[in-house]
């Protein structure tokens, strides 16, 4: 079982910066891939980045291709996510997530590929 927890949300401005982490504890030798996922109010969970645990390899959705980049840091088994340009667009509350379990979907950022999941931190962006 892995433990994720998030931070680093709040209120930015429209065009300014941001940096969410994600600390991920317990079984975190089992983590092939880590993602995160953002819902607005009234809309679904969307992924935005996803990054694999072992080369780093990363993806992102179309929406925040060019403006967010996820890293992680293995030694302190935290994922971050820097995000840029911020939009209104962009508020929601973000979720990091694990898969423990090696399903390749998740690199592509399947939500059902991801077995562990933190509570969310909010962002939101003022125009």
């Known amino acids: 079982q892995v433990q994720l927890v998030e931070s680093g949300g709040g209120l930015v401005q429209a065009g300014g910066s941001l940096r969410l982490s994600c600390a991920a504890s317990?079984?975190?030798?089992?983590?092939?891939?880590m993602g995160w996922f953002r819902q607005a109010p009234g809309k679904e969970r969307e992924f935005a980045a996803t990054i694999s645990w072992s080369d780093g390899g990363s993806y992102y959705a179309d929406s925040v291709k060019g403006r967010f980049t996820v890293s992680r840091d293995n030694a302190n088994n935290t994922m971050y996510l820097r995000m840029n340009s911020l939009k209104a667009e962009d508020t929601a509350v973000y979720y990091c997530?694990?898969?423990?379990?090696?399903?390749?979907?998740?690199?592509?950022?399947?939500?059902?590929?991801?077995?562990?999941w933190g509570q969310g931190t909010q962002v939101t962006i003022s125009s």
């Open positions: 997530a694990a898969d423990t379990a090696f399903r390749p979907l998740a690199r592509l950022g399947v939500h059902s590929a991801y077995d562990s």
């Open positions: 317990g079984r975190t030798a089992s983590i092939y891939t």
